[in-house]
């Protein structure tokens, strides 16, 4: 099915005292069903208010946006959000963190534990059930918060720069380990980031956004097969591309 | 010139650094030719920036001894400069007199004072902005203050701890080039920490690899690679995954 999630000319203003602050300006664009869209900008470009509008979170200032055909007017279920802070529970341990979500939909504590179970397995983390987060690494802490979002499975993943503060190094085994989840759980993921590596490694396709107010600048169609190679020629070329691309578009 | 080549800049010898019970360095043992580009790479937390700390001092090692042309190092008496990752721009001055800033403590007179500073804020292509403050700058502008004020006391040596971990990058290729070109006109002996190793390949003659906690040398590498280098070519991808694979624990 196509045109899963549709946003048709979408702006978002906040009005305060001191004037009319226009964040995101006229955007729009379709994500297929379990399609992995990025979308690439720089920082401080409304990315996140924009992921926000998606989510429910914050109200449509114009414009409208539909995810499988119904209307987003508030958050739901549906839509599940990973952040650049993990946002888990501090006192809850890993198990309690990823069954909240079921359990608070009404699920029997069986159940949703054999869901959690599930997912931290698949984000591999076995053994951890009973950790609390402040015990640990922040690539552990942010595979937890992956496993809640897909507890609740939701039809769509909206990932906030889920991995901007980790290092360089865990960060690619993040990506790693995103892309070998999402392929055993197809879901529709709307990834948002400011590291064009990172965009181009995971991307079905890739969005460009620029400064506020956020407006769609380019497209690219990524095509390259995975699992990509960050040292791979066309993955280097697609680089060079885009990074010009925003360079001058900025 | 030839001779000059050989000379042995930088002598560390069985360095060891404890933190209580943790041992962090473990009997590290290396030399830095004088005017060599040496790169340091290795796992996330393996101590890259203690082991830099050591280096200069600011942090006594444990056991081991460290010489800087055959002396003990002693940041009073040698000619080092040290870059942060983190800004440590001056807030109070403008960008003239933080680039300023070394020369004015090592009391070099006004006159050629100026002229170093008109010369480093010329490559870092800041000679517009001299009157500026910190906080009127951008990030990486902020990041090229530090730089030239390294460079402005023309340093035997320069230790950079991950300078560009924050910057994008467009903006990392454009400074990696303007230190290559400083570093090759003052001759300067330069110890760059990353966790990039695009960048180690980009910029090093040697490529010092570090392993995990508590940290040793798992490999020195001698980049042959011709300068400017392509970080498309092949040759320049093979030694970036062989770096890669070295650090690689995932």
């Not at chain 1, 015990?135 to 942010?142: E, H």
């Not at chain 2, 069985?14 to 030399?31: E, Q």
């Not at chain 2, 910190?134 to 320069?158: H, N």
């Amino acid at each position: 099915m196509s045109k899963y999630i549709d946003l048709k000319n979408v702006s978002k203003t906040f009005v305060s005292k001191r004037g009319v602050h226009e964040v995101v300006k006229n955007v729009n664009f379709t994500v297929d069903e379990n399609e992995l869209l990025v979308i690439f900008g720089p920082g401080q470009c409304g990315k996140t208010t924009l992921l926000n509008l998606i989510a429910g979170l914050e109200p449509i200032s114009e414009g409208e946006i539909t995810v499988a055909g119904k209307k987003v007017e508030k958050a739901g279920p549906a839509r599940g959000v990973v952040y650049q802070k993990t946002a888990l529970f501090p006192w809850m341990t890993v198990m309690g963190n990823v069954s909240y979500g079921p359990t608070s939909c009404g699920k029997k504590k069986v159940d949703s534990h054999e869901i959690a179970q599930h997912y931290i397995d698949l984000v591999g983390l076995s053994g951890f059930e009973k950790s609390f987060p402040n015990q640990l690494s922040g690539g552990m802490a942010q595979r937890v918060g992956i496993a809640r979002a897909y507890a609740n499975q939701p039809a769509v993943l909206l990932m906030d720069e889920p991995f901007g503060h980790l290092d360089a190094q865990t960060r690619y085994l993040m990506q790693e380990e995103l892309i070998r989840v999402w392929e055993q759980e197809k879901r529709t993921i709307i990834f948002v980031t400011n590291n064009i590596e990172e965009a181009i490694y995971l991307a079905d396709r890739i969005i460009v956004i620029t400064n506020c107010p956020t407006t769609v600048k380019g497209e690219y169609q990524i095509r390259l097969p995975r699992p990509r190679v960050y040292t791979d020629p066309d993955f280097l070329k697609l680089r060079a591309e885009i990074s010009d691309f925003v360079d001058k578009s900025i | 010139m030839e001779q000059n080549q050989k000379q042995i800049k930088v002598t560390v010898r069985n360095m060891t650094k404890k933190f209580g019970d943790l041992l962090v360095l473990n009997d590290i043992s290396f030399d830095v030719k004088k005017g060599e580009f040496l790169c340091v790479v290795g796992p996330t937390g393996c101590g890259k920036t203690t082991f830099l700390n050591c280096l200069t001092n600011l942090y006594q090692p444990t056991s081991g001894e460290i010489l800087v042309d055959n002396v003990p190092v002693d940041l009073r008496k040698q000619n080092i400069a040290y870059i942060f990752q983190e800004y440590s721009t001056m807030p109070w001055l403008t960008v003239e007199e933080n680039v300023g800033y070394g020369l004015k403590i090592k009391q070099v007179p006004k006159a050629e004072a100026q002229q170093a500073i008109n010369e480093v804020l010329e490559v870092v292509g800041l000679e517009k902005y001299r009157k500026f403050y910190p906080s009127e700058l951008s990030a990486s502008m902020q990041q090229r203050v530090v730089i030239a004020r390294a460079f402005a006391t023309k340093p035997d040596l320069l230790l950079m701890d991950e300078p560009y971990g924050q910057l994008d990058i467009d903006l990392r290729f454009r400074l990696e080039d303007e230190l290559l070109k400083l570093w090759k006109a003052n001759g300067t002996t330069v110890i760059f920490i990353t966790h990039n190793i695009e960048e180690a390949v980009y910029l090093s003659e040697e490529i010092l690899v570090l392993t995990n906690k508590p940290t040793s040398i798992k490999q020195k590498i001698n980049n042959l690679l011709l300068q400017p280098r392509n970080v498309v070519s092949p040759e320049f991808a093979a030694l970036r995954n062989e770096v890669t694979e070295l650090i690689k624990w995932w």
